[in-house]
């Protein structure tokens, strides 16, 4: 290094966390959303496709509903392994539960967590990208869309009024947070017994910025029988092969 030039930073030591532990109740079946087969492979594993040789990814850890964990470990885990996955825990009650034991196998050394559904299986890398550098720079970051429907408040099984949408944006994942601002506001949120609907909720309660990243109307959660079918004919067209009536 010259005399005056700065020295480059050191590279970001990112983790990627994968809550997998929800009950499923909407999809309906006996198997839960992750595990769900879509063209041979569970979904689970078509999100992790989406993360691979992301610069800095050092370790992702899989939360599994605890009833599933023998599925993953006899069944599931040399693909897991496949697509990355060093470690594999059980999850908890409710979803921030589950985030935090993530966090609690995190490797110490780790600077930017990403947190991110099982169930979203098409986020662009540009966007899981953007929210990492984010997150290295403001603290946490969501990928996120601008609402595009026109929203109404709902009175029973009727509209009481519409909403404006100017501003509204639709949260989605990964979203991304510097490890030690996580850990700080999942500690906080048990002591205060705060119960959040997102993860990056849990940190605006403490007054962190949280910056947005443009995801894509694509990057859906599945939760429904009509998202299988969407995500199937995704992946068809991704692989370039026939859809199953054309097949």
Same mark, same amino acid.
Not at 15 to 37: D, Y
Not at 99 to 122: I, N, Q, S, Y
Not at 166 to 183: I, S, V
Not at 198 to 209: I, K, W, Y
């Given at each position: 290094?010259?005399?005056?030039?700065?020295?480059?930073?050191?590279?970001?030591?990112?983790?990627?966390?994968?809550?997998?532990?929800?009950?499923?109740?909407?999809?309906?079946? /006996?198997?839960?959303?992750?595990?769900?087969?879509?063209?041979?492979?569970?979904?689970?594993?078509?999100?992790?496709?989406?993360?691979?040789?992301?610069?800095?990814?050092?370790?992702?850890?899989?939360?599994?509903?605890?009833?599933?964990?023998?599925?993953?470990?006899?069944?599931?885990?040399?693909?897991? +392994?496949? @697509? *990355?996955?060093?470690?594999?825990?059980?999850? &908890? #009650?409710? +979803?921030?539960?589950? =985030?935090?034991? &993530?966090?609690?196998?995190?490797?110490?050394?780790?600077?930017?967590?990403?947190?991110?559904?099982?169930?979203?299986?098409?986020?662009?890398?540009?966007? =899981?990208? #953007?929210?990492?550098?984010?997150?290295?720079?403001?603290?946490?970051?969501? =990928?996120?869309?601008? =609402?595009?429907?026109?929203?109404? +408040?709902?009175?029973?099984?009727?509209?009481? #009024?519409?909403?404006?949408?100017? *501003?509204?944006?639709?949260?989605?994942?990964?979203?991304? @947070?510097?490890?030690?601002?996580?850990?700080?506001?999942?500690?906080?949120?048990?002591?205060? +017994? @705060?119960?959040?609907?997102?993860?990056?909720?849990?940190?605006?309660?403490? &007054?962190?910025?949280?910056?947005?990243?443009? &995801?894509?109307?694509?990057? @859906?959660?599945?939760?429904?029988?009509?998202?299988?079918?969407?995500? /199937?004919?995704?992946?068809?067209?991704?692989?370039?092969?026939?859809?199953?009536?054309?097949?």
């Amino acid at each position: 290094m010259t005399s005056g030039q700065a020295a480059s930073p050191p590279p970001l030591r990112v983790a990627l966390i994968v809550p997998a532990a929800g009950n499923s109740t909407r999809l309906g079946g /006996e198997i839960r959303k992750p595990l769900v087969q879509l063209l041979g492979l569970p979904v689970i594993c078509h999100t992790l496709r989406r993360f691979q040789d992301i610069p800095g990814l050092e370790q992702i850890v899989v939360v599994a509903h605890p009833a599933d964990l023998a599925e993953y470990r006899e069944r599931v885990w040399s693909e897991l +392994r496949r @697509f *990355g996955t060093t470690d594999l825990v059980a999850g &908890g #009650e409710r +979803r921030q539960d589950s =985030v935090a034991r &993530g966090v609690a196998a995190l490797r110490p050394e780790t600077d930017v967590v990403l947190v991110h559904d099982a169930v979203r299986p098409f986020v662009p890398r540009e966007a =899981v990208l #953007e929210s990492i550098h984010a997150a290295a720079e403001h603290g946490a970051a969501v =990928v996120a869309m601008p =609402v595009s429907d026109t929203i109404k +408040r709902a009175r029973r099984d009727s509209a009481a #009024e519409t909403v404006p949408r100017e *501003g509204l944006w639709g949260a989605q994942t990964p979203q991304a @947070f510097r490890a030690e601002l996580l850990r700080g506001a999942l500690d906080a949120a048990a002591v205060d +017994r @705060f119960e959040a609907t997102d993860d990056a909720q849990l940190v605006e309660r403490l &007054g962190a910025e949280v910056k947005l990243v443009r &995801g894509s109307y694509l990057n @859906f959660k599945i939760t429904a029988p009509e998202h299988l079918r969407m995500a /199937e004919a995704l992946l068809r067209l991704e692989a370039g092969s026939p859809s199953a009536d054309e097949a």
